[in-house]
């Protein structure tokens, strides 16, 4: 089975992108940063998902010389012109909490009706593998902002973010009904599918 190195350091996202693997039942065997001592932290000064998801997966594919995935994910907002989009981790500040970018979220769209709400999460996921050209992977997940915080669960945007469809925040929503939805799942479950598709990584 093949290696392929997912481009973080976090367990629990490790386990989670594991499994929306092995459902599909993609042939490889998913391996996280911290298997390789040294491998660089990549800072994302792309202008795009897609920038950003390639940067860091291209840096884990030299360093190990095996395939690697990455993935970047915004919030674009209609009524913001799609932002905060590529900076939505960042847009209170580039040292700012999830609450901060809640609140100047809501500040921002102050007096809008539900119908002027509407945004989409997207999620792009890049793999690179030496010696061949990148690949890329898209979820999207639409939905609306609500005017104010609901829930306790998820994390970022999550308590502002109603999917299409639902009435309940993705804070609201249990771990597996938000990852039965998510735009990150959607992606990766693509990989999955042209991985097992191909049967190699690379």
């Known amino acids: 089975m093949n290696r392929l190195v997912l481009a ?19 042939p ?29 997966a291209r840096a884990a594919a030299e360093f190990t010389a095996l395939a690697a995935a990455a993935d970047d994910t915004g919030l674009f907002v209609d009524a913001l012109g799609g932002e905060p989009g590529v900076r939505s981790a960042r847009y209170a500040g580039d040292d700012c909490v999830y609450e901060k970018n809640n609140r100047k979220l809501l500040a921002a769209l102050a007096g809008l009706p539900p119908e002027r709400r509407g945004a989409h999460f997207e999620c792009v996921l890049a793999l690179a593998a030496p010696g061949r050209p990148p690949l890329f992977f898209k979820g999207v997940l639409p939905g609306r902002i609500i005017d104010a915080p609901r829930g306790t669960g998820g994390f970022g945007y999550d ?43 690379r």
């Open 159 to 201: 308590p502002l973010f109603v999917p299409e469809g639902m009435d309940a925040t993705l804070a609201e929503l249990s771990p597996e009904a938000k990852n039965a939805v998510s735009h990150r799942c959607i992606a990766f479950r693509r990989l999955g599918e042209f991985l097992k598709s191909t049967g190699r990584a």
């Open 28 to 56: 490889v065997e998913l391996v996280g940063l911290a298997a390789f001592p040294g491998a660089p932290d990549v800072e994302e000064t792309g202008a795009t998902l897609e920038e950003n998801a390639l940067l860091k």
């Open 8 to 26: 973080t350091r976090n367990d629990h996202k490790l386990r989670e992108i594991a499994a929306i693997l092995a459902a599909v039942r993609a």
